[in-house]
C-alpha cells in the first residue's frame, strides 16, 4: 500500500500563507507515483471530508470553488511529492487538510482515491 505522509501545516494568521506538502513511498508493482490522479482534500469535527484540489498524472487540474484563486496544487515526480500553495487564507479554511491517490477519474469525489496520509492540522486566526 503506497504510504503518504503530509506536512507543512501549522498557525497563520488570515491573510498568510501556508505551503503543504505530501511525500509517497511504497509504490509496487505497476503503480507509480507519476501516473496516480493526487488530491488534497480537509475536514474539521462533525462534518464531510471535502476536496480543495486535485492534479491528474499529465498535470491538469480541479479546484474547489473555495480553492479557485487562492490555492494552487502541484506536483513533483522526480521527489514523488505533491504541494499545495495556499495563499490569503482565512478562518473557514481551518481544518485537517489530507492528500490522497488513486488510480480511478481524476475528479473531486473522495470516493475515487484508495490511499490516504495521516493529515495535518491547518489553523487559521481572525
Known amino acids: 500500500q503506497v504510504q503518504l505522509v503530509e506536512s507543512g501545516g501549522g498557525s497563520v494568521q488570515a491573510g498568510g500563507s501556508l505551503r503543504l506538502s505530501c511525500v509517497a513511498s511504497s509504490y509496487a508493482g505497476y503503480n507509480s507515483f507519476s501516473g496516480d490522479c493526487l488530491g488534497w482534500f480537509r475536514q474539521v469535527p462533525g462534518k464531510e471530508r471535502e476536496a480543495v484540489a486535485v492534479i491528474g498524472y499529465d498535470r491538469s487540474t480541479t479546484y474547489a470553488s473555495s480553492a479557485k484563486g487562492r490555492f494552487t496544487i502541484s506536483r513533483d515526480n522526480a521527489k514523488n511529492t505533491l504541494y499545495l500553495q495556499m495563499n490569503s487564507l482565512q478562518p473557514d479554511d481551518s481544518a485537517m487538510y489530507y492528500c490522497?491517490?488513486?488510480?480511478?477519474?481524476?475528479?473531486?469525489?473522495?470516493?475515487?482515491?484508495?490511499?490516504w496520509g495521516p493529515g495535518t492540522q491547518v489553523t487559521v486566526s481572525s
Open positions: 490522497a491517490a488513486g488510480r480511478q477519474q481524476c475528479t473531486l469525489w473522495t470516493a475515487m482515491y484508495t490511499d
